[in-house]
DNA sequence: AAGTGGTCTAGACCACCGC
DNA sequence: CGGTGGTCTAGACCACTTC
């Protein structure tokens, strides 16, 4: 399949049968012994895809019990991508999305250089605004890359957002996400309702899947009515000087 | 030592001959075979010692070559503490820093409740504003729990920040971010120097050692003159969404 | 007692690099 | 060519949990 080492396809095999769903959360998976016999490979090359998949998080083990599919870990904001209507509908407030646009366009010099494409390649943009209880939260600027995503103009967006749809189709490898506070632009603060000097807090993304650019995204949020947030253990000993 | 696990000591004996600056960065260190007869162990355990050093950032392998020290690494902004002292010498440009507070006071329930400590309790305060080439770029409002760093009050920061400090003297576990944008008061305006309709991004930091919360730390940056970035890998593709 | 994961060993083959 | 790291095997012992 993938890289020619053994433990990184049945890593690669774990990670899928979790994305389909043919493993829930929770589900017990084979043991080592099992995946072995199964496999036919050493329980050495099986322990470590097990291993490394449960340092990550995306298993749970426990010695003398068995290996479990991990449920969702609460993240939030920085290190993780959110869903926007699943956190609103989690406040047990209305979500709402108008998409202001969906078509296929030619890539500008900017979308090309962050898509990794070159200018004037077909390209994917969708533009949608995010209400909670009516009050618009976010304006999405995404665009996205066709190869990634080829059926990405044919899904209906009415209750799913461009970036559900994303991470449930297409498996992320990486993610970056640069933040930045500005003063939103006459359309956009329109847009969002907010007046024009509104400090705002502009979230831009860029994913990745097998080592192609999949999208490039820019929300805008109104400083006042959002913020971001992440906790997170710190892994070594400190470089940080 | 520590954990029973051989590659585990196997891993804390080189971090600790790094972190003690026997082996500098740039320093090639033994070979797997060299410390396979050194210490007495199977290759496979010294190579998994190696391998998740190098996976953390701390070597950099190279077959055919060696295994090498690894340089500080550049990361930045959300998914560590920076230091903004480094990062502004590392472009080459003049770091300053105006100490205007750093005294003991009574916590307010503000910072009471963000210390886990009562009202009144005793905390320190410090107050700093950051300059890269003379031009003020974060106001730093940091409060210190005591427990956590008794000597704090009786540092010299004229060269080194408070955060470099603390970095430096209290083994962190844990870190919360929280990012804002906000206009600055009239006050935050005239110490950053910018109009004060000037969009500002705000990163809360919240730090944990030992279950104990050490510091909080509120850092403005003026929206024009600074972003947050981070770029990670995904653990589990599956739960996002 | 049987099954689980955690670790460790002593070999092995390979691709790659530098000489 | 010899040295390096990357991987893999077929065993082994252990601590632990569950029955």
């Known amino acids: 399949?993938?890289?020619?080492?053994?433990?990184?396809?049945?890593?690669?095999?774990?990670?899928?049968?979790?994305?389909?769903?043919?493993?829930?959360?929770?589900?017990?998976?084979?043991?080592?012994?099992?995946?072995?016999?199964?496999?036919?490979?050493?329980?050495m090359t099986v322990h470590r895809a097990?291993?490394?998949?449960?340092?990550?998080?995306?298993?749970?083990?426990?010695?003398?019990?068995?290996?479990f599919v991990a449920e969702p870990r609460p993240q939030s904001g920085l290190l993780r991508i959110n869903s926007i209507a699943a956190e609103t509908r989690a406040r047990g407030h209305e979500y709402g999305c108008d998409v202001l646009r969906l078509a296929r366009e030619s890539a500008t010099l900017e979308v090309?250089?962050?898509?990794?494409?070159?200018?004037?390649?077909?390209?994917?943009?969708?533009?949608?605004?995010?209400?909670?209880?009516?009050?618009?939260?976010?304006?999405?600027?995404?665009?996205?890359?066709?190869?990634?995503?080829?059926?990405?103009?044919?899904?209906?967006f009415g209750r799913t957002g461009f970036s559900e749809y994303l991470v449930a189709t297409v498996?992320?490898?990486?993610?970056?996400?640069?933040?930045?506070?500005?003063?939103?632009?006459?359309?956009?603060?329109e847009l969002l309702a907010v007046r024009p000097d509104t400090p705002c807090l502009v979230l831009t993304r860029r994913t990745w899947a097998g080592g192609v650019v999949v999208t490039f995204v820019r929300c805008i949020h109104p400083g006042t009515r959002y913020r971001l947030?992440?906790?997170?253990?710190?892994?070594?000993?400190?470089w940080f000087g």
């Open 112 to 156: 090309a250089s962050a898509l990794d494409l070159d200018t004037g390649d077909s390209v994917f943009h969708a533009v949608c605004v995010h209400r909670e209880n009516g009050v618009p939260v976010q304006l999405e600027d995404r665009y996205v890359n066709p190869a990634a995503a080829p059926d990405f103009l044919d899904q209906d």
């Open 50 to 67: 097990l291993r490394e998949l449960a340092e990550q998080g995306l298993l749970v083990r426990q010695a003398g019990v068995g290996t």
């Open 171 to 189: 498996p992320l490898d990486e993610v970056e996400h640069v933040v930045d506070a500005v003063q939103p632009t006459a359309g956009e603060a």
């Open 229 to 238: 947030g992440s906790r997170f253990r710190v892994n070594g000993p400190q």
């Open 1 to 43: 399949m993938a890289s020619g080492a053994l433990y990184q396809q049945v890593k690669d095999d774990i990670r899928r049968r979790i994305h389909e769903g043919q493993w829930q959360p929770g589900h017990r998976i084979p043991s080592e012994h099992e995946l072995v016999a199964e496999l036919g490979l050493s329980r």
